[in-house]
């Protein structure tokens, strides 16, 4: 029993960063209908800057970079929209282009060499439980963005905006909201989000240039698991593939561990499960 709490304890530390990269995409999914499928290489990004520069600066100009390639993303949206392209499937295909860009960039620059940096060399014993106080700062950072994102949607004028701009994006312009251009920060908010995903799997267990595309993988079917209607469910997603993985690794083989986030994405969308209930609950 003890071992089985480990586990569980360990696939939510895990599950935390999936949650966090699963909250831009779950929002860019009520708010604007499509998909931000470059959120892994903004964590990559960040993290790639984070481990050259090292220390608090390099944690700034991290989450600097992956901002500056998530306002390409929103510039893009823009382009779009203007052009009279309100396809959901042509941006989503956009962030994936960027996703692949960013990768390239990232390999280009810095090769195939692992970004890892030391994170706290504190160990916790807990119950017999050996527990590296990184995981914690993890799930306590995830929880606090996924409340300030629940404040921001349902507490301020902008969450408002937002909602009214998804369930009725013409009655929301006639009513003088500039529903482009709230929308585009939403890409704007997944490149901070995914930039901070990014750092603290950096301190966490590394990343190297690979691993924009399974980050990516990973955040989509955290947010589409439990309903990709509501960021909430996002994260929860985000803990559960933790769990998942982690008992997967811890009783099975290893190599299935990988395995689990493509087994939920073919699972949900042949379930016909992704649509399902895309504005409940967010009508202003």
Known sequence: MLLFTEYVIRGLFLGAMYGLLALPMSLAFVT????????????????????????????????????AASLVMAAVFVLLKRAGHHDTIMIALSSFGLAVAIGS????????????????????????IRINPQGPINLAVGLALLAGLTALLFGTGLGRMLRASAVNAQGAELAGIP???????????????????????LYSSGLDFTAGLSLTLSGFA?????????????????????????????????????????FVVLLTLGLGMLGAGRYTGYRP
């Not at 960040?46 to 100009?61: D, E, H, P």
């Not at 030391?118 to 017999?128: F, M």
């Not at 997603?237 to 395995?259: D, K, P, R």
Request: proline content about 2%; glycine content about 20%; charged content about 5%.
């Open 32 to 67: 604007v209908g499509t998909i931000d499928f470059a959120v892994g290489a903004y964590a990559l990004l960040a993290a790639a800057i984070g481990a050259t520069v090292g220390g608090t600066l390099g944690a700034v100009l991290g989450l600097a970079g992956a901002l």
């Open 105 to 128: 960039i990232v390999l280009a620059s810095w090769g195939s060499t692992a970004f890892v940096r030391q994170g706290l060399d504190a160990v916790w014993t807990v119950g017999g």
């Open 179 to 201: 529903v482009v251009a709230v929308q585009a920060l939403i890409f704007a908010a997944g490149g901070l989000l995914g930039g901070i995903a990014g750092l603290l799997i």
């Open 222 to 262: 955290a947010s589409i698991v439990f309903g990709v209607s509501n960021p909430a469910r996002g994260f929860l997603g985000g803990l559960a593939i933790g769990v998942a993985e982690a008992l997967s690794a811890g009783y099975g083989s290893g190599a299935m561990t990988a395995l689990i986030p493509q």
